[in-house]
């Protein structure tokens, strides 16, 4: 069955490219609209909706997971295209479980997921016809990993964002190679052209085969920042086929024309603490902030440096303080099976937004700046103050934007004690309860007038 499968996939291959290439043509005319891209009303509605939502699960897998040390390991050991085009052979998740992934992801809070349908390793997490090269032909799995996701999503309605990587160490056409992708065995010509028409031609079947899609997620083009990747077009052949759909990347530089949102990768907007996001500034699109569990992305078998519930609550907190929102990954195992240490965190987690959400969903980045403490959200009239790291009885903190009418602890209404000062706001802290991640005091603002 399965040969049977690979030769009639070969027969249709021509054709599909020929379709893939008509596609790249048809986009390339809207090239000069999207330069001067403005979001219709659908995509500044699902901004509004984005910033509203706050926390989502990040999920990479595919089927360097059988290979237990992570997503780059073709690049890392490194692994030529030859034997690594035995590793979907290993990969059959049978116990993958997408209703209880997405039952996992809203029990934790979170109110959207983004998962890898193409990694660096060019392998399609779908039913690409384009290739072969993807977990329905190759692996005796045989199933549509992102088909069978997006109707969990649709059903249990939780947004569904698609990862998508730029880079593809198998593709002979990604041509000239960018800073990676030297050991692979790939003769040393391609064409580029045919690479980027073959890329959109997967981007058209994931935004026209699984519904309503949340967004892109671009990453990988890093690798060559230089080259010519023909954005205009294939953000406009995003925002034709579904007009709602969010575009963004991880590019590591300021946003280009026709993206719509900005994410931050391992650190808050505008901190520039772990190297990657050094050329960006923050702009006024809606924001993402990206950060592992443990120190991994894919699935690594032997990485237990694990992040307490307590620092993932307090990143959550501090991104929303930075009107950012929280995508929080998992790497699943080659099992299927979201591991246990991550599905303790996030169940642990969940706890906290469902006691706390309010303070949480729906906010912005408050009108005091973060410092050791902690940090502000506000939602209208509400300000919530986030004292996540404060030991003294009283705390200062910078004037609001109009006079406090009240203030309270969220976690059971008691009222703080505060008094106006010149220039700020003094606040009589409670006692913190043990294993207090967050205090959270709630200041109702005088009305606007």
């Not at 073959?198 to 080259?227: C, H, N, V």
């Not at 005091?368 to 502000?376: F, K, L, N, S």
């Not at 309270?408 to 207090?436: C, H, M, N, T």
Request: charged letters at 20%; hydrophobic letters at 40%.
């Amino acid at each position: 069955m399965k040969s049977q499968l690979l030769r009639l996939r070969s027969l249709s291959f021509a054709a599909a490219i020929l379709c893939s290439t008509i596609a790249g043509a048809q986009a390339t005319k809207a090239q000069t609209s999207q330069q001067r891209y403005t979001p219709t009303p659908e995509n500044l509605k699902a901004r509004a909706w984005f910033q509203d939502a706050k926390f989502g699960m990040f999920i990479h897998w595919g089927v360097y997971s059988g290979l237990g040390d992570g997503e780059w390991i073709m690049e890392t050991r490194p692994i030529n295209r030859t034997d690594y085009a035995r590793v979907p052979s290993f990969f059959n998740p049978i116990k993958f479980d997408p209703a209880a992934w997405v039952a996992l992801a809203k029990a934790a809070g979170m109110n959207y997921i983004t998962i890898t349908s193409k990694h660096h390793d060019g392998f399609a997490m779908f039913d690409s016809r384009l290739t072969d090269w993807n977990v329905v032909a190759r692996t005796p799995y045989g199933k549509d990993v992102i088909g069978m996701l997006a109707a969990e999503c649709h059903k249990q309605g939780i947004k569904l964002f698609l990862y998508h990587s730029q880079l593809d160490w198998h593709s002979p056409d990604y041509f000239p190679r960018g800073r990676t992708g030297h050991s692979t065995g790939r003769p040393d010509s391609g064409n580029w052209d045919a690479y980027l028409n073959f890329m959109d031609g997967q981007l058209r079947e994931l935004l026209t085969s699984y519904g309503e899609i949340g967004g892109i997620w671009f990453d990988g083009m890093w690798d060559k920042p230089d080259a010519d990747w023909q954005l205009a077009r294939t953000y406009a052949l995003i925002h034709q086929l579904q007009p709602q759909a969010m575009v963004g990347s991880n590019h590591h530089k300021n946003p280009f024309p026709g993206e719509d949102f900005q994410m931050f990768e391992k650190d808050l907007p505008g901190q520039h603490t772990t190297g990657f996001n050094a050329e960006q500034s923050v702009s006024a699109l809606p924001l993402e902030t990206a950060e592992t569990m443990n120190n991994s992305w894919g699935f690594n078998l032997t990485d237990e440096h694990f992040k307490s519930t307590a620092d993932l609550i307090r990143y959550l907190v501090r991104a929303a303080g930075w009107n950012a929102n929280f995508l929080l990954n998992v790497g699943p195992m080659p099992s299927g099976e979201i591991q246990p240490e991550f599905v303790q965190r996030l169940t642990e987690v969940g706890r906290w937004t469902k006691q706390y959400g309010d303070s949480i969903y729906g906010t912005r980045g408050g009108p005091v700046a973060a410092g050791p403490w902690g940090v502000t959200t506000q939602r209208g009239s509400t300000v919530y103050l986030h004292v996540l790291d404060w030991n003294g009885p009283v705390l200062a903190v910078p004037a609001m934007p109009r006079p406090v009418h009240s203030a309270r602890l969220l976690r059971d209404g008691g009222i703080v004690e505060f008094s106006a000062v010149k220039g700020g706001l003094v606040l009589k802290l409670p006692e913190p309860q043990p294993q207090e991640v967050d205090r959270v005091i709630v200041l109702e603002l005088e009305a606007a007038k």
